[in-house]
C-alpha cells in the first residue's frame, strides 16, 4: 500500500521528539555535570551586559565572558543576558564568578526542562519557556530561557542566538522611568511579564487557526480537517505542558517571603499570576472545542456514510425488482400467453412506472431524497 | 465541493474571538499602561454621579469627568458608574481622582479580563461578566463590569453604553430604603446581587432552547441538530470560563476579614454566594445533558444508518435470487427441455412466490420488517 | 418527516424545566423579598402544631398562622409544620413571630434551592430535597423541605400539601419514648434519618428499573432501550444535583461546634452522615453502570449492522456471478457454439451450483453463515 | 423477537440487587432498630468464644449468647466470634453484655454498609467487606465482618455460617507466638491482615480471567467477548465500592491518635495500608485496561465490517458492469450489427475477462484482495 | 474461526501477570513471613561489599553472607549490595545483622511491591521499580531495587543477577571524589539518581516507538497499527503504576526532616524530584498522544469504510439502472415496436452513454469520484 499523503509536508510529524527529554546522552554522569543537550548549533554565544543605576546606564556586547567581571559593582544594577547556552565553559565561567551551585549550572544547559522556580539562599532560579508558532507548518517552538536574581544583579540565558530581550532594553535606556528606579526584582518582573505577554501572542495565532479549522469542521469535512484537528491537539498538548507550571513558579514565588522581592512588587506578580490564570483557562477552552470539533467531525463522516447509504439503497431498490420484471419476460418459455397479447409490452411499461413512482414516494415520505 | 451551508446563517461561527484574549496590540509595552483592547467602539462615555445620604438623594449624568471633583464628599456615599471604557483618557483621570494603583486602571480597560477579587490598602476591586443571550443568533455576548468599594464611594465602569443599572438607581431614589440607610458594602452587595441574577436569566434561556434541541434530537434528529448541540456546548465552554470565577471572588469577599465589609453584609454575601455555586451547578448539568445528547445523537444516527441497511438488504436478498431463476430461462441453449413444458411457465411463477415468501417471514422473524 | 415517536408517551420529556433554576420573575426586586417561584398552586396551606415535653403531648392542625402564638412556651417543645410554602403572607407572619431573617424566609419560599444549611445567631436553617419516583413515566419530582431548628422550636416547610411527617408525629404521641425526652436537635435528627431514608426507597425504585432496561440492553437491544437509558441518565443528574450537597450540610453539621446540637446527638448525625455517603455512592455506581450500558447498546447496534451486512454480502456475493453467468447465455449471437451443445445446459446447472457451494463453504469458514 | 441469548446462563445478571443498599423494609422504624436486612436465611448461628494469655489458651463452640458471660476475665484476651447476623436477638444480647451503642448493633445487622470505621469512647468498631470471586458464574459475592476492638476484647461477626478464621486460631494455639503475647490491638491486625490479604486473591482470579478474556478480544472478537467485557466492568464497580473505603478506614487507624492502638502496632498498620493502596492501583488498572480492551473489541468490530463491505464492493464491482455487457446483447433488436459476426462472442469473452482482471489489480493495489 | 494471527509472536500478551501482585501462595502466613514471589530464579546470589571512606577504597564479591560481619566498622561507609532475592535465607541472616524489622524483610523479598519509602527509628527504607524496554517485543520488564539507609551503611537489594550499579563503584573507585568525602546520605542520592535517569532512556525508547505506529497511524493505518496503540497504552499503564509513587517517595524524604539526610542532600533531592515530575508529565503526555493516535485511526478506519462505499455506490448506481433498460429490450414480446426500427439500437447506446454521464459527473460534483 502507498503512502496516502493525508499531510501534504509530513515534515511536522517528524518533530516528534519536542514531545519527551532526552538524556541518554548523560546517564551514568556524575550530578551536577554542566551538559548541552538541546538541538546541535554552531553559533557564537554573544553576552549582553548591561550596568545602571537611577542616573546612569552602560550597555556593551562581547564574546569574552571575563569581561563580566569588570562590571561587578556592588552600587551599581547588574544585567548580564546570554544568547546561546550550548557552550558550557561560558556557563561555567559564569557559575565561578557568581559562584553558583552545580545543579543550578546543570539545569541552564539542559533545555529539556520544565518551567520552575528554585530559591538558593541568596538567589531566586527561575526556568521558564517562550513560545513560537509558525505560521506555514502549524507547529511550536520553543525556547528555553533561565533567570538568576541576586541582590543587584539578574543573569538571563536564552537557548538561541535571536535576542529576545531588545525591547526592554530599550525601556532601560530611558532615564527617568521605573525599572530604573526600582531593583533586580522589578528587571525580573519586567522579563516575567515580557516572557508571558509572549503567550498571549501564539494564544492568538492558534486560536484563529483553530477557528479556521472549525469553519473547515462545519462546511468542508475532510481527511485534511481531521488530521488538522490531530495536529492541534499535539500541540496543545505541548503548551499545556509548559503552561500549568507557570502557575506554580508565579504562585510559589508570591507566597514564598523572599527576602529578594519587595512588598511593592507582590502587585505585579499577582498581576502576572492573573495572566497565567488566563493563558491556562484558554489553552483548556481550546483543548475542550477541539474535542468538540473532533466529535463533530465523526458525526459528520456518519452523517456522509449515510446520506451514500441512502441513495444506494435507493436506487438498488427502486431498479432491482423492476430488472426482476423485464427478466421475466425475456424467458424463452414457448407457452407465456403474455407474450402473444398485443397491449401487454405498454401495460408492462406503465406498470414498471407505477411501480417506481410509489417507492419514490415512498423515500420521499421517509426523508431519503 | 461547495459549501453544505449547515448552518443558515454562518454568522455566528465568526465570533470566535470571544474564546481567547487578544493582547497582541499591546505586547512590549511597560506594565501599566491602560490600553482599550476590546471591539471598536465610537459612542461617547456618560458618566452617572449619584450622591446620597439617609436624608438626600442627588443624581447627575454628565460627559465632563472634572465633575467628579465637585461630588467628594466624605459625610454622603458617592456612587459614580462610568458607561464605556473605551476612553481610556477618563478612566485615567478617574485613576487620578480617587488615586488608583495603574494596574487597576489597566484592567479596568482591558475587557478580557477573567472575574476576580482584588484588595488594595482601602479598596476592594471587583472585575465581573454580565451576559445576555441573543435568541436569534443563539449566541452569548458579554460585558466586563469592575467595580471598585471604597470607604464611602463606589465606581462601578460598564464596556458600553447601555445602562444596565437604572432599576438600582430607582430604588436609591426612595427614601427609608434599606440601601439608604447602609454603605458601600451594601451599595456593591445590591449590584453584584443585580449582576448574579441576570445569569439566572441566561440560563433560563439557555435551558429552554437545549429543550427544543433536546427534543429535535428525540424526534426529528437532522444535521441541524447536530449542529446546534455543538454549538450550546460552545457557548457554555463560553459561560463556563466565567461562571467558575465568581464562586472564587465571593467565596474570597466572605473568607478575607476586609475592614470595608461589614458584619451584617456577610450574610447577604453568603447568599449570593449559595447563587453562584447554583449557577455553577446549573451550567455543568447543561454540560452533562448535551453530552447525552450528542451520545443519543449519534445512536440514532447509527440506528437510521440501519434502518437503511436492512430496507437495503431485504430488498436485494429477495430479488438478487429471482433475477437469477429467470435468467437462467432466458438463456438461448437449443436443448433445454423444461422450455417445452407447458405447465413449467405458471409453476415458476409458483415457485419465485414461494421463495420470496419465505424469506419475507425468515426476515419478518429477524424483527427486520 | 414524520413525529417517530420514540416514546410513547413525550410528556416524560416536557419536565425539562427541573433541570434549572427559574428566577426570571425576581431579578431587579430587593434582597429579601419573599416570592414563591414553584409550580402554581390553589390548596389551602394546614398548619400542625404539636407541642410537648416529657410528659404530656399536644397536636392541632389549622389554617390560622395567628394560632401559633398561642402555643409558645419556653418549658416545652414546639414543632410548627407547615404544607405549603405558596403562601407567603404565612411564611412572613411566621419570619415576624420567630424574628427570622428576611433572606432566610425568601429561600424558604424559593423551592429552587439546592440542599444547604446555614447558622444564624440562635437558629440552624437547613433545605433539603425530598424525592419521588413515579414508576409509570419514570420521572423523579422533587419537593423542597425547609428547617428551623431554634431552643426549644422546630419549624419545617414543605412544598405541598401531602404530610410526610406523620409516621414521626405517631412516634411523638406515645410517651416514654426517646424522642419525648430529647431536645429539638433530636427532633430534627428524626426529621433528617427519615428524609434520608426516603432516598433509598428511589434508589431502589431508580435500581429495579435499571435492571429491566440492562436485561433488555442484552437479550432485547431496541430504540426504546436507547430512549430509557437516556432518560434514566438525565434523572440521575436531577438526582445528583441534590444528593452530593447532602454530604456537606451533614458534614458541616458535626464539624461546626454549634451550641444547638447537644453532643449525645453527634453519633446519630455520624450515622446519617454515613447514610449520605452510601446515597453518593450508589448514585455513582448507578451512572458508571448506565455508560456501560450504553457502550454495550452502541456495541450491539453496530453487531447488529455487521450481521445485517454479512447477509447481505453472501446472497449478493452467490448470486450476482450466477447472474453473469446465465446472462452469457442469454446473449443472441448467431455463432456461440455452446448454445448447440446438447450436455452444456445441464453441465452449466452442475457448473453454478459448485460455485454457489464453494462460495458458501468459504462463508461458512469465515464464520459469516 | 426472540431472545438472543448472549449469556449462556442470565442467571448472572439477574443479582443487579448487590449494587444498592435495599432498607425499604426499614423505612419510618426509629433509629437504633437491629433488623437484618441481607438475603433470607435460616441457619443457626454459632459462637466461638476463644479466651487467652500467654500461658493458657481456651476455645468453645456454642450456640448458646448467655454463655459467653461466664468468660469475661478483665487479666485475659477475649475473642468472640459470631458467624451469621441474620438472628438479631443474639446481637442485641451481645451488645447488652459489652454496653454497645445501639446504632452500632444496627450497622452490625445491615450487611449493605460500606466498609467504615468509628471510635467510640472505648471501642472501636471497624466494618469491612471480604469478597469470593465464583471461577463458573464469574461474578463476586461479598460477606461483611465487624469488628469491635475493646481494652481486652475482640468481638467479631460474620454474615454467614462459613468460618473464615479457623487458621488465625489455629495460630492462636500454638503457645509462644506473637499473637499470644500481644493485646487486642495485635489480633485486631492479624484479622485485618487476614481479611486483606483475601483480596489479592480475588484480584488474581479476576487478573487470571481478564487475561484470557483479553486473548479473546485479541485472537477472536464475538458478542460474547463484549458481554464479558460488560460483565467484568460491572463487578469491577462493585469491587471498587469496597476498596476505596478501606484505604480511608487504614488511614484513619493510623492518624487517630487511640489509646487502643500501641505503638508497635503502627508499623503493622502501615503495612496493611501499603496493601490496601496496591489493591486500589490494581483494581483502576483493570478498570483501565478493560476500557482500553472495549475500545479494541469496537475497533475490531469496525475493522470487520470493512473487511465484509470490500469483499461486497469487490465483487459487486466486478460483475455489475459484465451483467450489463452480457445484458446487451441479450437484446432482440432486428438491426444489431454484432450479433452476426463470427468473431464477436469469443472477443467479447477476451474483453469480459480484461475487464475483470483490470479490476482485480486496481483493487489489489488499493489493498482490498 | 481459525486465530487470526494480529500479532506475529502473540508471546507479548502473555505477560498479563505483570499487572497485578501475586500473593496467593502467602495468605494465612503469619505477617513477617519472609517469602519470595517472583519469577522462579535458580542463579547464585552474589554479594558485593564496598567500604570506605575519604583515603581508603575497598571492595569483595562473595556468595557467603556471613563474610559481612568482617567488615563493619563504624568509622568507614559500608555499602552492601547484593544481587538476588529469591534466597530468602540470605535476607534474613543480613536481617539479623543489622536489626531490621521482619515487614522489611518481608517486603525485600516480595518482589510485587509498589515504589515507597518507610522510615524506621533509624534508617530508611525505601523500594524503587527500574525498567527495561525490550526492542523487540515492545514490553517492558521491571525489577525491584530495595535500599535501606542507615547512618554509615547502605544496602542496596537487586532482584535479578545484572549488577546495575557498576558505574557507580566505579566513581566510587576515584579517590578525591565527592561521594567519598560524604556519608550514606549522598550513596544513596547517587543511586537514587542513577535509578531515575534510567527512566529517561526508557522514554525515550517508547518515545521513538510512539512516533513509528504515529507515522503508522497516519500514512498506513492497518489492524497491525492498532494493536501497537493497545500494547503501547498497556505498559504505560505499568510504567505509569510505578512512576507516580516515585514522586511521593521523593516529596516525602523532602519534607520529612529525618537525621540521616544533611541540609546539603537536600538540594539535590530537590534536583531528582524535579526528575521525577519531568517522568509523570511525559508518561501522561504519551498517554494522551495515544488516545489521540487511537481517535485518529478509527476515523481513519471510518474514512476507509467511506470509500469503499462511495466506490460501490458509484458502480452500481451507474450499471443497476443500465442493466434494467437492456433488459426490457431482451424481452420477447411479439408486439414491440422498437424492436422493429433500425436506428433504436445505437440510439439506445447514446442513451445509455449520456445516463452513465450524467450521473458520473453529479458523482464528481458530489466530490466522490
Known amino acids: ?180 528606579k526600582l531593583g533586580s526584582d522589578y528587571l525580573m518582573y519586567t522579563l516575567m511579564d515580557y516572557i508571558i505577554d509572549s503567550y498571549f501572542i501564539v494564544l492568538e495565532n492558534i486560536g484563529e487557526y483553530i477557528e479556521q479549522v472549525e469553519q473547515d469542521t462545519i462546511f468542508n469535512p475532510s481527511i485534511k480537517t481531521q488530521n488538522e484537528i490531530y495536529s492541534l491537539k499535539r500541540e496543545l498538548i505541548l503548551l499545556r505542558k509548559s503552561v500549568w507550571p507557570l502557575r506554580e513558579v508565579l504562585s510559589s514565588l508570591q507566597r514564598e517571603n523572599n527576602k529578594l522581592i519587595s512588598k511593592e512588587i507582590l502587585f505585579f506578580l499577582r498581576d502576572i499570576y492573573d495572566h497565567t490564570i488566563q493563558i491556562i483557562d484558554t489553552v483548556e477552552t481550546f483543548r475542550d472545542m477541539l474535542s468538540g470539533m473532533l466529535d463533530l467531525y465523526l458525526s459528520n463522516v456518519s452523517n456522509k456514510m449515510n446520506e451514500v447509504m441512502k441513495i444506494l439503497t435507493v436506487i438498488a431498490t427502486i431498479f432491482i425488482p423492476l430488472t426482476f420484471i423485464v427478466g421475466i419476460y425475456g424467458m424463452n418459455f414457448r407457452y407465456m400467453p403474455e407474450l402473444e397479447i398485443w397491449w401487454f409490452y405498454p401495460s408492462l411499461w406503465g406498470v414498471m412506472v407505477g411501480v417506481a413512482l410509489l417507492m419514490f414516494f415512498a423515500f420521499k415520505k421517509k426523508g431519503w431524497v
Chains 1, 2, 3, 4, 5 share one sequence.
Request: proline share 3%; no cysteine; hydrophobic share 35%.
Open 1 to 180: 500500500m502507498k503512502k496516502k499523503g493525508f499531510f501534504k509536508d509530513p515534515m511536522n510529524l517528524l518533530e516528534f521528539s519536542r514531545f519527551f527529554p532526552k538524556k541518554s546522552g548523560k546517564t551514568g554522569k556524575p550530578p551536577g555535570t554542566v551538559q548541552y543537550l538541546g538541538k546541535k548549533r554552531i553559533e557564537d554565544v554573544t553576552i549582553n551586559i548591561a550596568t545602571y543605576d537611577y542616573l546612569e546606564y552602560f550597555e556593551k556586547t562581547t564574546k569574552d565572558v571575563n569581561e563580566i567581571k569588570k562590571y561587578i559593582n556592588k552600587k551599581k544594577m547588574l544585567w548580564i543576558n546570554v544568547n546561546g547556552v550550548h557552550k558550557t565553559e561560558i556557563i561555567e565561567k559564569i557559575g565561578e564568578i557568581f559562584k553558583l551551585h552545580p545543579l543550578l549550572l546543570e539545569d541552564i544547559a539542559n533545555v529539556d526542562q520544565r518551567p520552575k522556580i528554585e530559591y538558593y539562599d541568596d538567589l531566586i532560579f527561575v526556568i521558564f519557556k517562550i513560545f513560537s508558532f509558525n505560521e506555514t507548518k502549524k507547529t511550536l517552538t520553543s525556547e528555553q530561557i533561565s533567570l538568576i536574581i541576586g541582590k543587584n544583579f539578574v543573569l538571563s540565558f536564552q537557548e538561541n542566538d535571536k535576542d529576545d530581550f531588545d525591547i526592554i532594553r530599550n525601556r532601560l535606556k530611558k532615564s527617568g522611568n521605573k525599572i530604573r
